[in-house]
T-cell receptor, first 118, second 118 residues
Framework: AQTVTQSQPEMSVQEAETVTLSCTYD???????LFWYKQPPSRQMILVIR??????QNATENRFSVNFQKAAKSFSLKISDSQLGDTAMYFC???????????????FGQGTILTVHP | DVKVTQSSRYLVKRTGEKVFLECVQD?????MFWYRQDPGLGLRLIYF???????EKGDIPEGYSVSREKKERFSLILESASTNQTSMYLC?????????????????FGQGTRLTVV
C-alpha cells in the first residue's frame, strides 16, 4: 500500500516571498504520478502541478515548482512570489500507474494549511 | 470546462436517517470517486467506480454504499447515518488511466458536501 505524509500542518509566508511545502511518500512501485492539489476556502480542489515518476526533470507551472527526489521519496512544492490568493490547504497526492488496476485512485497526505500574509 | 457537481453544499441529517449524496460529471469520465475529508487525516477514499454498475471498496467503506446506474452519476449512500459520519464529502472523476497517458491522470473535484449528523 502507498502512503503519503505531509509533516507541516500549517505554514505561513509573507506576500512576495518564497515558501516550500514538504511531502514524503512510500511505495515499492516504480511507475507512478505525484500531484499537488490546492483547496482554497471555497473548497474547490484544483490541480496545481503534476510530476511523472519516470521523468527526472522537475515539473514547473509558473510560480510553482517541485523538487522531486525519487530515491528519497520526497516531493516538495515551492511557491515563489507568494500571493494572497495562494492562501489555501495544499495536499500532496499519489497515483499508482498500474495499467488497468489502479483506476486513478488518489492517495492523499494530511494537508498543509498555507497562509499568505500581506 | 470540466464540471463535477455535488447536489448539496451543506446537509444536516438525524442519526439513523438514510442519506443520499449525489454527484454528476459532464466529461464522460470512466472513473468516479467518493472521498471523505477530515482535519489532520486528509482525504480518504470511501468507494470508487470505474464503469457503469461497477464499484470497488476504498479504504473506509464501512457504513457506506454506492450506486452508479449511469456513467455520469455516482451516488453515495449512508444507510443509517451516525454522528461519526459527520464530515466533508468530496466527489471526483477522471479518465481511465492509460488513455493518452499523462494528461489523463488529473482528477476533477466537486465543491464538497459538508454533512452534519445530529
Amino acid at each position: 500500500a502507498q502512503t503519503v505524509t505531509q509533516s507541516q500542518p500549517e505554514m505561513s509566508v509573507q506576500e512576495a516571498e518564497t515558501v516550500t511545502l514538504s511531502c514524503t511518500y512510500d511505495t515499492s512501485e516504480n511507475n507512478y504520478y505525484l500531484f499537488w492539489y490546492k483547496q482554497p476556502p471555497s473548497r474547490q480542489m484544483i490541480l496545481v502541478i503534476r510530476q511523472e515518476a519516470y521523468k527526472q526533470q522537475n515539473a514547473t507551472e509558473n510560480r510553482f515548482s517541485v523538487n522531486f527526489q525519487k530515491a528519497a521519496k520526497s516531493f516538495s512544492l515551492k511557491i515563489s512570489d507568494s500571493q494572497l490568493g495562494d492562501t489555501a490547504m495544499y495536499f500532496c497526492a499519489f497515483i499508482l500507474n498500474a495499467g488497468g488496476t489502479s483506476y486513478g485512485k488518489l492517495t492523499f497526505g494530511q494537508g498543509t494549511i498555507l497562509t499568505v500574509h500581506p | 470546462d470540466v464540471k463535477v457537481t455535488q447536489s448539496s453544499r451543506y446537509l444536516v441529517k438525524r442519526t439513523g436517517e438514510k442519506v443520499f449524496l449525489e454527484c454528476v460529471q459532464d466529461m464522460d469520465h470512466e472513473n468516479m470517486f467518493w472521498y471523505r475529508q477530515d482535519p489532520g487525516l486528509g482525504l480518504r477514499l470511501i468507494y470508487f467506480s470505474y464503469d457503469v454498475k461497477m464499484k470497488e471498496k476504498g479504504d473506509i467503506p464501512e457504513g457506506y454504499s454506492v450506486s452508479r446506474e449511469k456513467k455520469e452519476r455516482f451516488s453515495l449512500i449512508l444507510e443509517s447515518a451516525s454522528t461519526n459520519q459527520t464530515s466533508m464529502y468530496l466527489c471526483a472523476s477522471s479518465f481511465e488511466l492509460g488513455k493518452d497517458r499523462d494528461m489523463n491522470t488529473e482528477a476533477f473535484f466537486g465543491q464538497g458536501t459538508r454533512l452534519t449528523v445530529v
